[in-house]
């Protein structure tokens, strides 16, 4: 049997032991070094924790500043990363754009406002509770999508909102072997405001390649009373033209709900009427 590299980690297999090498990169261990971490004697929070000493609090977060890129991690080797956790006080999450690049690339493989990366659009809290990404209470955002790199790994975050960002992170990731048939990780973000009357919005074109689609998060403001759900989301894939390979239903039943979101359509005795109801799932959800 070859031996497991430690990718593909769930409550299945957690008992299979290998080779791979845990590290986390934050704010207290910039480079993920081994034995390297809480060693800072001069970090942003140095004065409120000046009764604990070293070791304790004293770089927990970051400053970026106004119009300022900051990197976050720069990994060398091979690897994935397996988990993101951040919080932010300050800055605007529409505007705090996330990037990373892998192996050396000049264009990033995610390029996509930290807010709608975590699925969280609005600049607001709003509890997500899907396995790919997490949002707590706190605003705490987390990811839990396995993204392979085989030479480099790196992130940014560029503030282009008019007040600093404090920005509290934490990369964990596992250096090991990546098997050639592992893709790498994409994410893009895309924006029309408003969306002309019967156009077309594109969630994603011009992907070359094999590859799987991991799924789509969408941030909807509407602008009139009207029904905003009658969306068919279509797929047209390996040459496709006018007709696509795969036709959805409407933008409720895409999402894994169904007749509006809508329990009046069922409970129609529901006091005070029909209204969306929200929802998390581990894989689909709707929130206000």
């Given at each position: 049997?070859?031996?497991?590299?430690?990718?593909?980690?769930?409550?299945?297999?957690?008992?299979?032991?290998?080779?791979?090498?845990?590290r986390?990169?934050?704010?207290?261990?910039?480079?993920g070094?081994?034995?390297?971490?809480?060693?800072?004697?001069?970090?942003?929070?140095?004065?409120?924790?000046?009764?604990?000493?070293?070791?304790w609090?004293?770089?927990?977060?970051?400053?970026?500043?106004?119009?300022?890129?900051r990197?976050?991690?720069?990994?060398?080797?091979?690897?994935?990363?397996?988990?993101?956790?951040?919080?932010?006080?300050?800055?605007?999450?529409?505007?705090?754009?996330?990037?990373?690049?892998?192996?050396?690339?000049?264009?990033?493989?995610?390029?996509?406002p930290?807010?709608?990366?975590?699925?969280?659009?609005?600049?607001?809290?709003?509890?997500?509770s899907?396995?790919?990404?997490?949002v707590?209470?706190?605003?705490?955002?987390?990811?839990?999508?396995?993204?392979?790199?085989?030479?480099?790994?790196?992130?940014?975050?560029?503030?282009l909102?008019?007040?600093?960002?404090?920005?509290?992170?934490?990369?964990?990731?596992?250096?090991?072997d990546?098997p050639?048939?592992?893709?790498?990780?994409?994410?893009?973000?895309?924006?029309?405001?408003?969306?002309?009357?019967?156009?077309?919005?594109?969630?994603?074109?011009?992907?070359?390649?094999?590859?799987?689609?991991?799924?789509?998060?969408?941030?909807?403001?509407?602008?009139?009373?009207?029904?905003?759900?009658?969306?068919?989301i279509?797929?047209?894939?390996?040459?496709?033209?006018?007709?696509?390979?795969?036709?959805?239903?409407?933008?409720?039943?895409?999402?894994?709900?169904?007749?509006?979101?809508?329990?009046?359509?069922?409970?129609?005795?529901?006091p005070?009427?029909?209204?969306?109801?929200?929802?998390t799932?581990?894989?689909?959800?709707?929130?206000?």
């Open positions: 049997m070859t031996e497991f590299n430690g990718l593909g980690l769930h409550l299945g297999n957690l008992s299979r032991l290998s080779r791979a090498k845990t986390s990169i934050s704010p207290e261990n910039f480079t070094e081994k034995g390297k971490g809480g060693m800072s004697t001069d970090g942003p929070a140095a004065n409120a924790a000046r009764g604990l000493g070293i070791g609090k004293i770089s927990p977060y970051i400053i970026i500043a106004p119009g300022e890129t990197e976050l991690a720069n990994i060398e080797g091979m690897g994935a990363i397996q988990q993101i956790w951040m919080t932010m006080a300050g800055g605007k999450w529409r505007h705090s754009i996330l990037r990373a690049y892998w192996d050396n690339q000049e264009q990033p493989s995610i390029e996509c930290t807010g709608d990366f975590f699925c969280v659009g609005w600049e607001r809290f709003a509890q997500v899907a396995l790919p990404v997490c707590n209470p706190g605003r705490a955002f987390n990811c839990y999508w396995e993204m392979p790199f085989r030479k480099r790994a790196r992130f940014t975050m560029t503030n909102s008019d007040e600093r960002i404090i920005l509290y992170y934490q990369i964990n990731y596992a250096l090991t990546v050639d048939d592992c893709a790498y990780f994409h994410a893009q973000f895309r924006r029309a405001n408003p969306l002309p009357y019967k156009e077309v919005f594109t969630i994603l074109d011009g992907v070359k390649g094999r590859g799987h689609y991991a799924g789509t998060y969408m941030a909807w403001g509407v602008n009139n009373s009207g029904w905003w759900g009658e969306g068919e279509k797929f047209f894939m390996d040459g496709d033209q006018e007709f696509p390979t795969v036709c959805g239903t409407g933008t409720e039943d895409y999402f894994c709900g169904a007749f509006d979101f809508d329990p009046g359509v069922v409970e129609r005795d529901r005070g009427g029909s209204a969306y109801v929200e929802f799932t581990p894989f689909a959800g709707l929130r206000r």
